[in-house]
């Protein structure tokens, strides 16, 4: 396999939380892509690239480009293989993690359509987001779902 590097330009880290790791990149901008987003993902053992979760608005797909991650899905979990798809449609029946419990890298390639304002829902720890844009607004928030407020409260 050629270089991380070589492929899709400049990678970057997240390091958003311990389990939560993954070096990627967005390579829907590396070839002029509008409508449909695109993530290579790198995981090391014992990470995932996100914590559970579905759209509204946003189908995903998931290609498995080298080693063997397990998907969790509402079915359960599902360990893939290089070469595997996987789709995930909009609401609850989406509901996907991508993580790597094996002793060795997996790099996954991530599929989206781009449409905004976006919905996500976090069902294990009962929060929604708001994504009016894809990034860069002040608007990207999270709440917990049980501390919504009624449609009056406040005016």
Do not use: Q
């Not at 929604?128 to 709440?143: K, S, Y």
């Amino acid at each position: 396999m050629a270089d991380f590097n070589l492929i899709y330009g400049a990678v970057h880290d997240e390091g958003w939380r311990p389990n939560v790791a993954h070096r990627g990149i967005r390579v829907s901008e590396e070839i002029g892509a509008e409508r449909l987003g695109g993530s290579l993902f790198e995981l090391e053992p014992g990470k995932k690239i996100c914590p559970y979760h579905f759209h509204y608005a946003n189908e995903e797909w998931l290609f498995v480009v080298s080693g063997a991650p397990t998907v969790r899905s509402p079915e359960g979990d599902h360990v893939l293989r290089a070469g595997d798809v996987v789709c995930f449609p909009t609401g609850p029946e989406g509901a996907h993690c991508v993580r790597n419990e094996t002793e060795e890298p997996v790099r996954v390639l991530m599929l989206s359509t781009l449409i905004f304002p976006e919905i996500p829902v976090y069902p294990d720890s009962d929060k929604i987001g708001t994504r009016p844009v894809e990034v860069g607004e002040d608007d990207r928030l999270n709440f917990r779902r049980s501390e919504a407020v009624d449609y009056w409260d406040g005016e």
